[in-house]
């Protein structure tokens, strides 16, 4: 009988350490102005009807190294998907493709690029790998960093994630921008329960069944695409 780990004291290589953990509102690092910054993606503001010719902010400097995702390592049309279970890692998880709307500068193209910014970091936890995320991300963003260690640090070794899937429950984009000229969308979300398993097949430790969460989803419009300046839960919000 598996007992869960204790969590007052998390290890740094561990993905439920302070900021590898996706189901803790505290492993994110909170940014400044949060829910200032939210209230305006709320508001009604008027929509502008072009993209803007450039990014404002860091994203600028980091623009021609942020690109949408491709498929080329998709597993092959007969390979049969298999999620993790308790004996084994997922196999032929396929990789999240970029929708042709989550390419619009449009308030549908902002939500659609939402849905799949947390698409490829459901994949990160069923596969290790986070490159599909980072490819949308700003390097800048730390919670995508600290998910891109906490991922690859539970699937080293031999060791798997059970679960760990992304289900968007709502999400609204306001395409007006914020004063630093970022776009923003408020997100339902909650993610599938997670089990972490050893290389000898015990288990590790079982994250339970969590609630929805609000986040907000901080983007920028950059050459053509969308890129996460970062994803946060709002203030307040509760969930496991």
């Known amino acids: 009988m598996t007992t869960s780990r204790t969590h007052s004291q998390p290890q740094p290589d561990r993905a439920r350490s302070h900021r590898g953990r996706w189901r803790q509102r505290h492993h994110f690092v909170a940014v400044a102005g949060l829910a200032i910054v939210a209230g305006l993606a709320l508001t009604g503001c008027t929509p502008t009807d072009a993209p803007p010719t ?7 400097a980091t623009a021609s190294t942020a690109a949408p995702a491709t498929t080329s390592d998709a597993p092959s049309p ?9 004996s084994g890692p997922a196999q032929n998880v396929p990789v999240p493709v970029l929708p042709a709307k989550a390419k619009e500068f449009s308030k549908a193209g902002l939500e659609a690029f939402a849905t799949y910014w947390y698409s490829t970091l459901g994949y990160a936890f069923e596969t290790g790998d986070s490159a ?6 700003d390097p800048a963003c730390q919670t995508c960093a600290a998910m ?12 798997w ?17 914020a004063p ?7 997100t339902m979300v909650r993610q599938e329960n997670v089990k ?3 290389a000898d097949t015990s288990l590790s430790e079982d994250m339970g069944v969590t ?3 609000a986040d907000i989803v901080v983007t920028h419009y950059v050459n053509g695409h969308w890129i996460a300046k970062t994803v946060e839960h709002l203030q307040g919000s509760k969930g496991n």
């Not at 390979?79 to 279970?85: R, S």
């Open 54 to 60: 450039a990014a404002t902010g860091p994203a600028t």
């Open 78 to 86: 007969t390979a049969v998907y298999k999620p993790a279970t308790a």
């Open 132 to 137: 599909p995320m980072m490819a949308i991300s």
């Open 148 to 159: 891109k260690k906490a991922v690859q640090n539970e699937h080293a070794g031999g060791k």
């Open 161 to 177: 994630i059970v679960g760990g899937r992304m289900v968007v429950q709502s999400v609204t984009g306001n395409i007006a921008p």
């Open 180 to 186: 630093d000229g970022s776009y923003q969308t408020i």
């Open 196 to 198: 972490y398993y050893n």
């Open 211 to 213: 609630t929805s969460i």
